[in-house]
Nanobody, 127 residues
Framework: QVQLVESGGGLVQAGGSLRLSCAASGRTDSNYAMGWFRQAPGKEREIVAAISWSAVYYTDSVKGRFTISRDGAKNTVYLQMNSLKLEDTAVYYC??????????????????????WGQGTQVTVPS
């Protein structure tokens, strides 16, 4: 079993930046894909970005603004968020893929492909 702990959320003005961190412990290694999801009030959870051993994925709305990365030695995945917008306001969740064996250039991107979740961290961009 893996434990995921997010940190780095907060309140930031539009145009500002935040860096989220997700520390993994337990059953984890760099063969698993890691993802960041978010859920805004009244909306479904959606993927923001994901990273596997060979590829990354970003949802269209964050391309060019957000960067996902991982530090294998620290078992930590990051989400650098720049040029934040009001619509980025949400609870952000870190997740680990169910499978550790992933094909080259494949990045899971549906919530069903991720089996372990953190508790979430709030990001608020006030109007």
């Amino acid at each position: 079993q893996v434990q995921l702990v997010e940190s780095g959320g907060g309140l930031v003005q539009a145009g500002g930046s935040l860096r989220l961190s997700c520390a993994a412990s337990g059953r984890t290694d760099s063969n698993y894909a890691m993802g960041w999801f978010r859920q805004a009030p009244g909306k479904e959870r959606e993927i923001v970005a994901a990273i596997s051993w060979s590829a990354v994925y970003y949802t269209d709305s964050v391309k060019g603004r957000f960067t996902i990365s991982r530090d294998g030695a620290k078992n930590t995945v990051y989400l650098q968020m720049n040029s934040l917008k009001l619509e980025d306001t949400a609870v952000y969740y870190c997740a680990q893929s169910r499978q550790a064996t992933l094909a080259r250039n494949y990045v899971p991107r549906s919530a069903a492909e991720f089996g372990s979740w953190g508790q979430g961290t709030q990001v608020t961009v006030p109007s």
